[in-house]
């Protein structure tokens, strides 16, 4: 029983003690070591809003070059990737079967003009004999018909001939400005027949982009807009513009074509793939320098100062970059303030002292 008490009253002691030695050891604490340091307020900030799409160069002047005639196809010497100047021929065809015409008007023309003769010769015959009171009128109605009907075959007969004339040129090929050969289908020897393509040319002086923008998207973009493209195989980035909004989407994939200028510059062949970044609004969060995140163990985080001046380590969340700024996602609330750089080593629980 004695033990007991004896115990208990010992318990009692060591308790007081501790208590009187905490209170005065409490009063006896130093000051937290203190470290100037740059502190900012976070508060919320507009940033745009970005769409991305695929996109391709392509010339603005792409021309396929096709054969009016029917013929094999003679001196096509130009391959692709080969430059080329307006006027230049590209290919000539061999026109058999222009030539054929021409000689079956030329026939013509010389019949019609043998029976135009003969008719102007009865016409006279008939008219003397009219005269003379040995032909009626009808006769001479007659003759006069026959000469007007042949005159008339033979302008008809000279027209074909003309045509066939023309349709001669033809059989050269020229190109209709300067360019680029993008496309060869058709080899010399091969059968050219109007309308099918042959060559296609570009002219890389008049190059844009094409992309193409989704329904809920292309409201927000319009003529005149800065857009970023990006060239990964050609590691090259520009700032361009918006040069027309197809107002008509694709049935099939219900997006919108997009034509966007390229600089003269830029030095990036027709064919090149192109990411395209467009801004379509913006929107409110907070953005804390990168500067002010500290990593250790791959864990972003920061030091936030409470009322007191304390600073406090504190793991964040972040999201996309701009401009030197990055997004905080979570870990944070606007109007906290935060250690943007300190002038000596940091750690919780040290006093930030506000410097320049």
């Given at each position: 029983m004695n033990a007991k008490v004896w115990l208990f009253a010992g318990v009692l002691g060591v308790t007081a003690l501790a208590g009187c030695g905490g209170e005065e050891q409490a009063g006896e604490l130093p000051p937290a070591a203190e470290v100037k340091a740059k502190v900012i307020t976070l508060e919320a900030?507009?940033?745009?809003?970005?769409?991305?799409?695929?996109?391709?160069?392509?010339?603005?002047?792409?021309?396929?070059?096709?054969?009016?005639?029917?013929?094999?196809?003679?001196?096509?010497?130009?391959?692709e990737g080969d430059p080329v100047k307006a006027g230049q021929v590209l290919f000539r065809v061999d026109p058999v079967d222009v030539r054929s015409q021409q000689e079956a008007a030329r026939a013509r023309l010389v019949q019609a003009?043998?029976?135009?003769?003969?008719?102007?010769?009865?016409?006279r015959r008939f008219e003397a004999l009219f005269e003379q009171g040995a032909a009626s009128r009808r006769q001479l109605d007659k003759a006069r018909l026959r000469v007007k009907v042949a005159r008339s075959a033979v302008e008809q007969a000279r027209a074909a001939?003309?045509?066939?004339?023309?349709?001669?040129?033809?059989?050269?090929?020229?190109?209709?400005?300067?360019?680029?050969?993008?496309?060869?289908?058709?080899?010399?020897?091969?059968?050219?027949?109007?309308?099918?393509?042959?060559?296609?040319?570009?002219n890389p002086q008049q190059l844009v982009v094409d992309t193409y923008v989704d329904e809920a998207n292309v409201s927000h973009i319009k003529?005149?807009?800065?857009?970023?493209?990006?060239?990964?195989?050609?590691?090259?980035?520009?700032t361009a513009e918006v040069l027309q909004v197809v107002g008509a989407a694709d049935p099939v994939a219900h997006n919108f074509l997009v034509k966007i200028s390229l600089p003269k510059e830029a030095g990036i062949p027709a064919g090149a793939y192109v990411k395209v970044r467009?801004?379509?609004?913006?929107?409110?969060?907070?953005?804390?320098?990168?500067k002010a995140v500290v990593n250790r163990a791959d864990l972003p985080a920061v030091y936030v100062v409470?009322?007191?001046?304390?600073?406090?380590?504190?793991?964040?969340?972040?999201?996309?970059?701009y401009d030197g700024k990055v997004e905080v996602t979570a870990g944070l609330d606007a109007g906290v303030k935060v250690v943007l750089e300190a002038e000596g080593e940091l750690r919780s629980g040290m006093r930030v002292v506000a410097g320049e």
């Open positions: 900030e507009p940033v745009p809003v970005f769409y991305d799409a695929s996109g391709s160069v392509v010339s603005e002047q792409r021309v396929t070059i096709t054969s009016r005639l029917s013929g094999y196809i003679r001196d096509l010497e130009v391959n003009e043998a029976d135009l003769a003969d008719a102007e010769s009865d016409l001939l003309r045509q066939a004339r023309n349709q001669l040129t033809y059989a050269e090929v020229r190109a209709p400005g300067d360019g680029i050969v993008v496309r060869k289908l058709k080899r010399n020897g091969d059968l050219a027949t109007p309308g099918a393509p042959v060559l296609t040319l570009e003529p005149g807009d800065k857009v970023r493209l990006d060239f990964p195989a050609f590691d090259k980035k520009l467009f801004t379509v609004g913006s929107r409110e969060v907070l953005m804390l320098p990168r409470d009322g007191q001046g304390i600073a406090h380590y504190r793991l964040v969340r972040l999201g996309q970059s």
